[in-house]
């Protein structure tokens, strides 16, 4: 079952006097949040802040309610989610939640390798960590990730380098 609420980002230090915080921002760019009128305090969506302004280019964030130093500096350190029927996501785009847990096949048998169990982000890029008989480390780019699709699984190409010690 897809997640409604995903993580955003982490809220940190007050920047200026006006509530104004900076913003660690988890999606591919600060600009695919831009437009969304809300963040929360929670998975659930049951603690909303209302956004008053975003400043993708710096990347910063007011909250209606939190608009003086003080106010602000209490929401330091938290991460915040948004509502994923909130941005629109491209043609042919997934958010990397809704892989983790998928089945991972071979793309030119079709054999079970195993299941998407974590997806970590590096200076380089994404890669998926792949537990099955054999686990794999395997960087997200179009060598070895062919086709990852939530409702099908997720098919690659792999070589014995990208195994990892169990």
């Given at each position: 079952m897809k997640k409604r609420f995903l993580e955003a980002g982490r809220l940190n230090s007050p920047r200026g006097i006006k509530g104004e915080l900076?913003?660690?921002c988890w999606c591919d760019s600060?600009?695919?949040?831009?437009?969304?009128?809300?963040?929360?305090?929670?998975?659930?969506?049951?603690?909303?802040?209302?956004i008053a302004l975003f400043r993708?280019?710096?990347?910063?964030?007011?909250?209606?309610?939190?608009?003086?130093?003080?106010s602000c500096a209490v929401l330091s350190g938290r991460t915040v989610w948004f509502d994923r029927t909130d941005p629109s996501l491209p043609q042919d785009a997934v958010y990397n939640?809704?892989?983790?847990g998928l089945p991972v096949f071979d793309y030119d048998t079709g054999a079970p390798v195993g299941t998407l169990v974590q997806i970590d982000e590096s200076i380089s890029g994404f890669f998926y960590r792949i537990k099955g008989e054999s686990d794999y480390t395997v960087p997200a780019v179009d060598?070895?990730?062919?086709?990852?699709?939530?409702?099908?699984?997720?098919?690659?190409?792999?070589?014995?380098?990208?195994?990892?010690?169990?």
């Open positions: 900076r913003f660690s600060p600009y695919y949040i831009e437009g969304v009128e809300a963040l929360y305090l929670d998975d659930k969506g049951e603690k909303k802040l209302e993708p280019q710096i990347p910063s964030i007011v909250f209606k309610g939190y608009e003086d130093r003080n939640d809704d892989l983790v060598r070895y990730i062919l086709r990852a699709d939530p409702d099908t699984g997720i098919f690659v190409r792999l070589d014995e380098g990208l195994k990892t010690e169990s």
